[in-house]
């Protein structure tokens, strides 16, 4: 079974930059599209950014232009690059597959303040 741990997150000012990181505990060569997801207080869980093993990249219009999501599959590491952030990119972020998914990991915290 599957375990991610993500990081990277913390507290910072609008337009700042945080990278984030998803390590996985076996490859990940086999989930063809890996994802980031994020869930804000009162809201549901929404995939933000999503990866195929070809490198094929997609984003929430929320966050496109200002986040860039890559994986370095001999690492089994999937990285979020978040740039200009803003108050409603505050959130708990998740890695996860998008077709097959494993339990989730505990999440990093990203705080943006104004």
């Known amino acids: 079974q599957v375990h991610v741990v993500e990081s990277g997150g913390g507290l910072v000012q609008a337009g700042e930059s945080l990278r984030l990181s998803c390590v996985a505990s076996?490859?990940?060569?086999?989930?063809?599209?890996m994802g980031w997801y994020r869930q804000a207080p009162g809201k549901e869980r929404e995939l933000v950014a999503g990866?195929?093993?070809?490198?094929?990249?997609n984003y929430a219009d929320s966050v496109k232009g200002r986040f860039t999501i890559s994986r370095d599959n001999a690492k089994s590491t999937v990285y979020l690059q978040m740039n200009s952030l803003r108050p409603e990119d505050t959130a708990v972020y998740y890695c996860?597959?998008?077709?097959?998914?494993?339990?989730w990991g505990q999440g990093t915290q990203v705080t943006v303040s104004s």
């Open positions: 076996t490859s990940i060569f086999s989930f063809k599209i």
């Open positions: 996860n597959g998008v077709v097959t998914q494993f339990p």
């Open positions: 990866i195929s093993s070809s490198g094929h990249t």
